[in-house]
């Protein structure tokens, strides 16, 4: 069984820029959430993906969007990166009715 | 609003030693409640989950219980090790399509050798 796997682990960013993040699921699951974790905070939930559908999502601007793939891996894009957007991004994959989070270790955006 | 407070937000045991974290939320509708693992700079392991239905969950030394009329979970940690250091974050999910979980700030927990 594999576990959640996330590229890349580091970025470095300037403002401005645009940023895609990814994220490949545990075998058998078929639900992929986002969150992100600024320093000494907890996660925030950002969206939810189910069969390719957003399912859900947290207090974040258009600029946060996101896409399932049929093989359940999914990304996150970011555009007009803001100095606030630097943090750690998780993703967490699940089997919906379950919600049994599997977390990745995470992609560290710095924007400078 | 719907909030998970977790406290303490640091704590420091001798090895060996039982302890016990705390959370609460201010919604008790909730759908199942986590505890999860981080270590420094690292993803999160699932330590426990437990549905609205249960009262506690256990796996090993620890041990969650869950109180919904109160609004509060405690994950109770038996005979520290050094290797436990980490830090403990809840998170609550609620009734809702999408079950995305809220989470507390964390406890840091730090077990001297």
């Known amino acids: 069984e594999t576990g959640v796997t996330q590229s890349p682990t580091h970025l470095i960013k300037t403002r401005g820029q645009q940023v895609t993040l990814r994220c490949s699921s545990q075998s058998g699951h078929n639900t992929v959430s986002w969150y992100q974790q600024a320093l000494g905070q907890g996660p925030q939930f950002i969206f939810q993906?189910?069969?390719?559908?957003?399912?859900g999502r947290g207090n974040f601007p258009p600029r946060f969007s996101g896409l399932q793939f049929p093989n359940y891996s999914s990304e996150l894009n970011v555009n007009a990166l803001e100095l606030d957007d630097s943090a750690l991004y998780l993703c967490?994959?699940?089997?919906?009715?379950?919600?049994?989070?599997?977390f990745g270790s995470g992609t560290q955006l710095s924007v400078l | 609003k719907q909030e998970v407070t977790q406290i303490p937000a640091a704590l420091s045991v001798p090895e060996g030693e039982n302890l016990v974290l705390n959370c609460s939320f201010t919604?008790?509708?909730?759908?199942?409640l986590q505890w999860f693992r981080q270590d420094p700079g690292k993803g999160l392991t699932s330590l426990l989950l437990i549905q609205s239905s249960q009262r506690e969950q256990t796996s090993g030394r620890l041990n969650a219980s869950l109180d919904k009329s109160s609004g509060r979970s405690t994950l109770y940690i038996a005979a520290s090790q050094p290797g436990d250091s980490a830090t403990y974050l809840c998170a609550v999910a609620y009734t809702s399509g999408t079950y995305k979980y809220i989470f507390g700030t964390g406890t840091r927990l730090k077990v001297l050798a």
């Open positions: 993906y189910y069969r390719e559908e957003e399912n």
């Open positions: 919604d008790s509708a909730i759908y199942n």
């Open positions: 967490a994959s699940s089997f919906k009715g379950t919600e049994k989070l599997f």
